[in-house]
């Protein structure tokens, strides 16, 4: 029985020292990487981590590169305003979007941005949950892989 006990010691502190070891490291590593990526401008009061803010922080063009998703006859649309395409040209833009994966959304909303492009603003809003989502999701995997 002592050494039973003796044993189940011996596994707790061990886990504590691991944990501790854990903690240490793992924001060494985020320290290093918070100095090699460059955090992109974000509105005043803005963390990037809400929906109120999504909006901002996922349209901010972090890349200047304009990348096609098959998507070049959007290209048409420079120029028109959010209210003003039809439910035909609200599909081509779901059609789009609705064919990206997760981690496709941000480049297209900035591909869009600096194609000058002003999406209608249902899509728009879709596109903000489908982000939303996909952060959420991304967030979750990594605290299940963690």
């Known amino acids: ?3 039973a006990l003796w044993i189940l010691l011996a596994l707790v ?13 793992e924001k060494g590593g985020e320290a290093g990487q918070a100095e090699a990526q460059p ?3 974000r509105p005043e009061g803005c963390c990037g981590q809400h929906l109120v803010c ?8 972090v890349s200047k590169e304009i990348v096609y998703y098959e998507d070049e006859e959007l290209d048409a649309y420079r120029g028109m ?7 035909e040209q609200i599909e081509q833009f779901r059609d789009v979007l609705y064919t990206l994966r997760p981690e496709e959304i941000g480049g297209w909303a900035r591909s869009i941005q600096l194609r000058q492009i002003e ?3 249902v899509v728009r809003d879709e ?5 939303a989502e996909a952060r959420e999701s991304h967030n979750s995997n990594s605290v299940a892989n963690a």
């Open 13 to 25: 502190v061990t886990g504590i020292v691991l944990y501790i070891h854990h903690r240490i490291t």
């Open 127 to 131: 596109l903000v949950m489908l982000a």
């Open 119 to 121: 999406l209608p603003s």
């Open 81 to 87: 305003k959010a209210d003003e395409y039809t439910d």
């Open 1 to 3: 029985m002592i050494v």
């Open 54 to 61: 999504e909006k901002e922080s996922l349209l901010a063009a």
């Open 39 to 41: 955090v992109p401008n």
